[in-house]
Nanobody, 114 residues
Framework: VQLQASGGGLVEAGGSVRLSCAAS????????GAWYRQAPGKARELVAG???????NYADSVKGRFTIDRDNAKKTVYLQMNSLKPEDTAVYYC?????????WGQGTLVTVSS
């Protein structure tokens, strides 16, 4: 099973980025998908999560700016990030829980310039 994260890059403050996390291999579905991030010198933190039936949860720091959604047919989880701030700069990792197994993507760097 592999999770392929994509969509990171350099963006100006106030801009938007959409991240994708596609699962492949022997995985029937993503029961719970989530995005984490790790800024330099900081611990990895949960940004947003989504259950298979679409319930979501967000870190307080991103509520109202970020939206997580999913396409079950494509086994893909997305993170739409709007109104980006320099403090959102981090490596973003996707994580999935499927049939009790946890999988991590390789991470994609998002850099927000001021």
């Amino acid at each position: 099973v592999q999770l392929q994260a994509s969509g990171g890059g350099l963006v100006e403050a106030g801009g938007s980025v959409r991240l994708s996390c596609a699962a492949s291999g022997s995985i029937s579905s993503i029961n719970y998908g989530a995005w984490y991030r790790q800024a330099p010198g900081k611990a990895r933190e949960l940004v947003a999560g989504i259950t298979i039936d679409g319930r979501t949860n967000y870190a307080d720091s991103v509520k109202g700016r970020f939206t997580i959604d999913r396409d079950n047919a494509k086994k893909t989880v997305y993170l739409q990030m709007n109104s980006l701030k320099p403090e959102d700069t981090a490596v973003y990792y996707c994580r999935s829980l499927s049939l009790g197994n946890i999988y991590w993507g390789q991470g994609t760097l998002v850099t927000v310039s001021s």
